[in-house]
Nanobody
Framework: QVQLVESGGGLVQAGGSLRLSCAAS????????MAWFQQAPGKERKFVAA????????GYASSVKGRFTISRDNAKNTVYLQMNTLKPEDTALYYC????????????????????WGQGTRVTVSS
């Protein structure tokens, strides 16, 4: 049974930082690209960042580029999202997702590609 469990969300002031974690179990983590998506209240879920299973390739939404960093530790079956210089518009439920890919540098930015999803962790940024 595959499980993705996010943690690290919370309430932070604008300009602050948070580090999200997603612990995976029940899958061969080192063969899955991982991604973070966000869903703001009343809005559709959208792509934030992704990392290939090798860790050699990453991608970001333009709204977070330069502020957020995705990374992974395959020995710990965990993917991280370091979020700096947070803005009120970053307020959302953040989900991690896993996608089994062929290439070690492959990743995708659309949610239909992803096979497994966590339950989400809430991030609230106050102004």
């Amino acid at each position: 049974q595959v499980q993705l469990v996010e943690s690290g969300g919370g309430l932070v002031q604008a300009g602050g930082s948070l580090r999200l974690s997603c612990a995976a179990s029940g899958l061969d983590f080192s063969r899955y690209a991982m991604a973070w998506f966000q869903q703001a209240p009343g809005k559709e879920r959208k792509f934030v960042a992704a990392i290939s299973w090798s860790g050699g390739s990453t991608g970001y939404a333009s709204s977070v580029k330069g502020r957020f960093t995705i990374s992974r530790d395959n020995a710990k079956n965990t993917v991280y999202l370091q979020m700096n210089t947070l803005k009120p518009e970053d307020t959302a439920l953040y989900y991690c997702a896993a996608d089994k890919t062929e290439g070690g540098n492959d990743w995708y930015g659309f949610e239909l590609e992803y096979d497994y999803w966590g339950q989400g962790t809430r991030v609230t940024v106050s102004s």
